[in-house]
């Protein structure tokens, strides 16, 4: 291998350990609510880990967790009232919903100012006009991890393999807001390996794992892998087939360790950025 690893685990710990000191500097305790609806295992882990980083870090946090029949009236009252609670600077719903449940209806019952994981229509229109708002937790890591590596991103060629309101749109927005040329691919995409081959910066978020062959990797491009996927025998992988791609990048992530504590990190930042507007 002689790519390097972009660690996301250890600048995750940097950024966590800043806010843990600015949290015990503060009045009033910032507040995080987890919204579970269901009994996913995937989903149970990453709000475990959202609420330990939470606790770590000093702040207020509740985990509700739903049954998975719960009325999709029921979970927007439930929202309502988080809304509504001073206490609770930021809301995330785990995602997804039990298919009764209108995503959409979830998000829009959100308030932008509680929105952490930046969702909401009004999130979302502040990020596409470069205006302050709460940008989604995947993507500001990702970001996170590449300003404090240092890497160069004005006029370099990126690549988002994936295009959901999640990660792909968004990165991708805040990609060309570093001045990147950005190309957005995904599943309709004719020549996916074309477009990586001319990519400095390639980002996978695509859910399929090792789809994003180690040969269309342009040597010394640098790779970000979002992908978290579990293979039959437990282990997590990414979108991304790592050891080739490894011989070819100059920078890549490993899965798991790189983007998935960034997020984290990033949820508890947007958490402790929302109670210090509130005041
Ligand atoms: P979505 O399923 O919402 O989106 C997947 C995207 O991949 C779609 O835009 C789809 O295209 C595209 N796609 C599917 N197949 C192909 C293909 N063969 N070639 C090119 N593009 C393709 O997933 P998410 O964006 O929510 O998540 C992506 C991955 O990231 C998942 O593995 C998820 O678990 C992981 N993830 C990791 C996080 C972390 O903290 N590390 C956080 C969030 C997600 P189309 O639009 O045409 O259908």
């Given at each position: 291998m002689s790519a390097r690893l972009l660690d996301g685990k250890a600048v995750a710990a940097e950024v966590t350990e800043a806010l843990r000191v600015k949290v015990a500097g503060m009045a009033r305790k910032p507040g995080l609510a987890v919204v579970l609806v269901g009994d996913d295992p995937a989903s149970a882990v990453y709000v475990r880990n959202k609420t330990r980083t939470a606790e770590r870090i000093g702040l207020a946090h509740w985990q509700i967790t739903l049954p998975a029949d719960t009325t999709e009236a029921d979970l927007l009252a439930e929202v309502r009232r988080l809304a509504g609670d001073?206490?609770?600077d930021g809301i995330l719903v785990q995602f997804p919903v039990p298919r009764h449940i209108d995503r959409l209806r979830v998000v829009d019952t959100l308030p932008p100012d509680k929105d952490v994981d930046g969702l909401h229509v009004v999130n979302a229109g502040r990020l596409m006009q470069k205006r302050e708002g709460f940008v989604p937790c995947t993507p500001a890591g990702c970001m996170e991890l590449l300003r404090r590596t240092g890497i160069e991103l004005r006029g370099a060629e990126a690549v988002v393999v994936g295009r959901s309101d999640l990660v792909g749109r968004p990165i991708a927005r805040l990609l060309e807001h570093a001045d990147c040329t950005v190309t957005v691919t995904h599943s309709?995409?004719?020549d996916l390996a074309g477009h990586i081959a001319r990519a400095d910066i390639v980002v996978a978020a695509v859910g399929v794992p090792n789809m994003v062959r180690g040969s269309w990797i342009k040597p010394g491009a640098v790779v970000l892998d979002v992908g978290i996927n579990r293979l039959a025998d437990g282990t997590l992988t990414g979108d991304v087939e790592f050891a080739p791609a490894a011989e070819r990048a100059a920078w890549i992530t490993p899965v798991p360790g790189g983007v998935g504590p960034m997020t984290i990190a990033m949820l508890m930042s947007n958490t402790v950025r929302s109670a210090e507007r509130r005041g």
């Open positions: 001073p206490d609770v309709r995409t004719r």
